[in-house]
């Protein structure tokens, strides 16, 4: 009998997952500052690419980026670095894990999107031609994570190829293309056209490639093994048709994987510099033990700033989200701008709004209308003016028609400043409407998207900012803390990594 100990099984190798976004943002410590190397963000999926990213990379996972090689955007961050910096970066992620999709379209941008979808689907094409030609081949990957239609087309690809692929939907938004434009930009579609998704049945290959036309969210959803929006309630929200706006091609595609056991919604998170503890931008910085008197002092700062009439105890509420009527709500607040003003002139109540976009002339023109120059502020969307009216505010607005996750509701939590929403998709799951009584809740939720709705929301939080401040204190105290620990990006990370998981059936990274 052989009584030698058996030879040790050789342990898997880890995984390798390629992550493939058009937005980065920064990598923790462990990584080097990614704000400072690669830093191109239009929006949330900037932020969350970048966490998973990260948390991934300190597991001790193998994992890969590839996003465009915008140029002239992260020249302008590498620049600023010292070399130090730019070593521990080099040390921490090598050059080998990041891969710069290269084409002239994208080195002379100043911004990831182009203001029109032409330009938008010349830029994605050349991403995608780059992803599928050349790194997916270097890279080899054991599974694939796409975000967004930019990256549609590469599901289908991967499909094809029988790797595992992941595709979230932070946005319904989509752009189409013909096959012939497709392969006219390098990408060989006639390998993978069956897994693609077509504006009408598609008969054969020929009589589709230059009239049929590719809608790229949808190829993207039908064609991967899995999918998931960024907010639970947005996924049952869209299945279940509860906005007109979403095209019907989508929702059954959402549809179809959800009944197959393969959609779910996954939160985003918070930028983590967005931390009143350590933000630059603030006035007075603080924790959720010392929280009131720097808040008054923000408040004092920011009223010097915009022109308001300067008094800490004058309960402020700040409007952060983009002026877009069709989905943030803003139209509400200017319905009941001048009544709430008016009902609330002897607690001087305050809003400041900092936001861009066209709608911003109506409130110009209600302040100008009734004189609220010291009561209602207006600017244009500043970063540093956005982080001092978290800190400085009493309560943040965000009556969204619909949200598919949305940031504000959590920054401005952690910043207590408690958030004002509408009862819909990702406010939903962030926001519950507070019960002292029970010593829960985050902020004031209101359920019929009207304005009367948005005025009995602010009414109760008037209420709230009536109660004797040491009340007040406490409760705005384990709402910062309870939403520090909830609304990060580790909670988020860990939630693709258990669906990582799941798509390849062993762990992420092997124990040792």
């Known amino acids: 009998m052989d009584r030698r100990p058996p030879k040790p099984v050789p342990r898997p190798a880890n995984p390798r997952v390629l992550v493939v976004t058009p937005e980065i943002t920064y990598l923790p410590s462990g990584m080097g500052n990614m704000t400072n190397v690669?830093?191109?963000?239009?929006?949330?999926?900037?932020?969350?690419?970048?966490?998973?990213?990260?948390?991934?990379?300190?597991?001790?996972?193998?994992?890969?980026?590839?996003?465009?090689?915008?140029?002239?955007?992260?020249?302008?961050?590498?620049?600023?670095?010292?070399?130090?910096?730019?070593?521990?970066?080099?040390?921490?992620?090598?050059?080998?894990?990041?891969?710069?999709?290269?084409?002239?379209?994208?080195?002379?941008?100043?911004?990831?999107?182009?203001?029109?979808?032409?330009?938008?689907?010349?830029?994605?094409?050349?991403?995608?031609?780059?992803?599928?030609?050349?790194?997916?081949?270097?890279?080899?990957?054991?599974?694939?994570?796409?975000?967004?239609?930019?990256?549609?087309?590469?599901?289908?690809?991967?499909?094809?190829?029988?790797?595992?692929?992941?595709?979230?939907?932070?946005?319904?938004?989509?752009?189409?293309?013909?096959?012939?434009?497709?392969?006219?930009?390098g990408i060989d579609a006639a390998e993978f056209w069956r897994y693609l998704y077509f504006s009408r049945p598609p008969y054969n290959y020929e009589e589709s490639r230059s009239s049929n036309l590719v809608d790229m969210l949808a190829s993207g959803i039908f064609a991967s093994h899995f999918i998931n929006t960024v907010s639970p309630t947005f996924l049952e929200e869209v299945v279940d048709g509860r906005h007109a706006f979403i095209p019907g091609n989508i929702r059954a595609e959402v549809a179809s994987k959800k009944r197959a056991g393969c959609a779910f919604g996954i939160l985003n998170a918070p930028d983590p510099t967005l931390d009143p503890a350590t933000d630059r931008f603030l006035a007075s910085r603080y924790t959720a033990e010392n929280h009131a008197q720097a808040k008054r002092e923000n408040k004092l700062a920011l009223q010097a700033r915009v022109g308001l009439k300067r008094s800490a105890s004058a309960p402020m509420f700040f409007w952060p989200s983009?002026?877009?009527?069709?989905?943030?709500?803003?139209?509400?607040?200017?319905?009941?701008?001048?009544?709430?003003?008016?009902?609330?002139?002897?607690?001087?109540?305050?809003?400041?709004?900092?936001?861009?976009?066209?709608?911003?002339r109506h409130f110009h023109d209600i302040v100008h209308h009734h004189d609220f120059f010291d009561r209602v502020a207006v600017c244009d969307f500043e970063e540093g003016l956005s982080h001092l009216?978290?800190?400085?505010?009493?309560?943040?607005?965000?009556?969204?028609?619909?949200?598919?996750?949305?940031?504000?509701?959590?920054?401005?939590?952690?910043?207590?400043?408690?958030?004002?929403?509408?009862?819909?998709?990702?406010?939903?799951?962030?926001?519950?409407?507070?019960?002292?009584?029970?010593?829960?809740?985050?902020?004031f939720v209101f359920r019929d998207f009207n304005a009367n709705g948005l005025m009995w929301a602010m009414d109760q939080a008037m209420s709230f900012y009536k109660l004797p401040a040491a009340k007040r204190a406490s409760q705005t105290a384990r709402i910062m803390t309870e939403s520090a620990a909830r609304f990060n990006h580790a909670a988020t990370a860990k939630a693709y990594i258990d669906l990582y998981e799941r798509m390849l059936q062993r762990p992420l990274v092997p124990p040792f």
């Not at 032409?118 to 031609?129: C, K, S």
């Not at 803003?330 to 709430?340: G, H, K, N, R, V």
Request: aromatic share 8%; proline share 5%.
């Open 322 to 360: 983009r002026l877009d009527p069709v989905q943030k709500g803003c139209q509400l607040l200017t319905s009941i701008l001048y009544p709430i003003v008016s009902r609330y002139w002897k607690e001087n109540l305050q809003v400041v709004v900092v936001a861009s976009g066209p709608y911003q």
């Open 38 to 185: 690669l830093r191109a963000k239009a929006g949330g999926l900037a932020d969350v690419s970048a966490a998973l990213v990260s948390a991934l990379f300190e597991l001790g996972a193998d994992v890969h980026v590839a996003l465009p090689h915008y140029r002239r955007m992260f020249n302008i961050d590498v620049g600023r670095l010292i070399n130090d910096e730019l070593r521990l970066f080099k040390s921490k992620l090598p050059d080998a894990r990041i891969h710069l999709a290269e084409d002239r379209v994208f080195y002379y941008r100043d911004e990831v999107y182009g203001r029109g979808s032409g330009d938008n689907t010349v830029i994605a094409l050349a991403f995608q031609r780059e992803v599928i030609n050349n790194i997916v081949p270097n890279v080899k990957p054991d599974l694939i994570h796409c975000n967004d239609w930019m990256t549609g087309l590469i599901p289908a690809m991967a499909r094809r190829m029988n790797i595992p692929c992941l595709f979230t939907v932070h946005n319904i938004h989509t752009e189409k293309a013909t096959l012939a434009a497709i392969e006219d930009r």
């Open 389 to 443: 009216g978290f800190a400085a505010s009493d309560f943040m607005l965000m009556p969204s028609q619909f949200e598919p996750c949305g940031l504000p509701q959590m920054s401005s939590a952690i910043y207590g400043s408690l958030p004002v929403v509408h009862d819909t998709g990702g406010l939903h799951d962030t926001v519950s409407h507070i019960d002292l009584e029970q010593n829960t809740g985050n902020g």
